[in-house]
T-cell receptor, first 113, second 114 residues
Framework: QQQVKQSPQSLIVQKGGISIINCAYE??????FPWYQQFPGKGPALLIA?????SEKKEGRFTISFNKSAKQFSLHIMDSQPGDSATYFC????????????FGQGTRLTINP | DGGITQSPKYLFRKEGQNVTLSCEQN?????MYWYRQDPGQGLRLIYY???????QKGDIAEGYSVSREKKESFPLTVTSAQKNPTAFYLC?????????????FGEGSRLTVL
């Protein structure tokens, strides 16, 4: 019930292409869905986050799409650049009750020049 | 610069030895966390603390211990009871114990058991 399943485990995209990473959750009480970006040898950093009252949130080239009925959310990176090569983690939590953040398994993204 | 400092960055330990990982933050955050990162398994919560002198077990607390005597510091001890301690350990903090806020991570400590 507390799991967040992330796919794919690894992804290779050509420069300028669209990178898409998907996550699915089971607990319908989750109400906060962030994405974290991690470069090699560094700690993760918050990239973008969404609440379930909206279906999409865009920040620059990064967009979260959220499908509440399907219990799925995805990260889209438009015009992918080599500098986007990193590991991406989706996560979910319940703000009410301060339930802990549950992370997906991570996706290693490589953008080929 | 405000942030989270973890030390050491790399640590080698012989089997049967305890080791303590340091985590210091100057962000004035109330809550601090320890995560373990293994390939293909995401980030798993070991312990967290929402206030000084209080902490709670996460999902994989067995074989680990923590203390929170100061707001700025949250050290993690990996004991000899931890069966598979080789991993990348990440410390994080947030403004409150509510997980709906942003987590700020340190750069991690990589522990290798020889």
């Amino acid at each position: 019930q507390q799991q967040v399943k992330q796919s794919p485990q690894s992804l290779i995209v050509q420069k300028g292409g669209i990178s898409i990473i998907n996550c699915a959750y089971e607990n319908t009480a989750f109400d906060y869905f962030p994405w974290y970006q991690q470069f090699p040898g560094k700690g993760p950093a918050l990239l973008i986050a969404i609440r379930p009252d909206v279906s999409e949130k865009k920040e620059g080239r990064f967009t979260i799409s959220f499908n509440k009925s399907a219990k799925q959310f995805s990260l889209h990176i438009m015009d992918s650049q080599p500098g986007d090569s990193a590991t991406y983690f989706c996560a979910a939590s319940m703000i009410q009750g301060a339930q802990k953040l549950v992370f997906g398994q991570g996706t290693r993204l490589t953008i080929n020049p | 610069d405000g942030g989270i400092t973890q030390s050491p960055k790399y640590l080698f330990r012989k089997e049967g030895q305890n080791v303590t990982l340091s985590c210091e933050q100057n962000l004035n955050h109330d809550a601090m966390y320890w995560y373990r990162q293994d390939p293909g398994q995401g980030l798993r919560l070991i312990y967290y603390s929402q206030i000084v002198n209080d902490f709670q077990k996460g999902d994989i607390a067995e074989g680990y211990s923590v203390s929170r005597e100061k707001k700025e510091s949250f050290p993690l001890t990996v004991t000899s009871a931890q069966k598979n301690p080789t991993a990348f350990y990440l410390c994080a903090s947030s403004t409150s114990g509510r997980f709906g806020g942003e987590l700020f991570f340190g750069e991690g400590s990589r522990l290798t058991v020889l």
